[in-house]
């Protein structure tokens, strides 16, 4: 199972810039892809980016062209770090954001998936 710790957050002006970083630990898994997801109160988690191990991105319609999802690149670093950076925050912004993970570990070639806890996210003046 990997373990995934979120960090960054808080409270962001509107009009601001948000980063958010997740980190993965444990060993023996690669990394397929990761992704941010997040849900607002009385709504449904929905898929924020994503990227994956080859550096493919995708965006959500609501943050494509604000945002940037990246992934360190230190090959001698066995925890990956996932990045997700939004410019011109707005109220719809406000959510949990939660960290994910598809791995499939390499002893037993099995696939799996995993959630970070989420770090909260509010946009307020």
């Known amino acids: 199972q990997?373990?995934?710790?979120?960090?960054?957050?808080?409270?962001?002006?509107?009009?601001?810039?948000?980063?958010?970083?997740?980190t993965t630990s444990g060993t023996g898994f690669t990394i397929y892809y990761m992704r941010w997801h997040r849900q607002a109160p009385g709504k449904e988690?929905?898929?924020?980016?994503?990227i994956t191990s080859g550096g493919t991105t995708v965006y959500a319609d609501s943050v494509k062209g604000?945002?940037?999802?990246?992934i360190d690149t230190?090959?001698?670093?066995?925890?990956?770090?996932?990045?997700?950076?939004?410019?011109?925050?707005?109220?719809?912004d406000t959510a949990v954001y939660y960290c994910?993970?598809?791995?499939?570990?390499?002893?037993?070639?099995?696939?799996?998936s995993d959630w970070?806890?989420?770090?909260?996210?509010?946009v307020s003046s």
């Open 2 to 22: 990997v373990q995934l710790v979120e960090s960054g957050g808080g409270l962001v002006q509107p009009g601001g810039s948000l980063r958010l970083s997740c």
């Open 45 to 50: 988690r929905e898929l924020v980016a994503s």
């Open 66 to 70: 604000r945002s940037t999802i990246s």
């Open 74 to 92: 230190n090959r001698n670093n066995p925890n990956r770090t996932m990045y997700l950076q939004v410019d011109k925050v707005n109220l719809g």
């Open 100 to 112: 994910y993970t598809f791995t499939r570990q390499v002893s037993t070639g099995m696939f799996d």
């Open 116 to 122: 970070g806890q989420g770090i909260q996210v509010t």
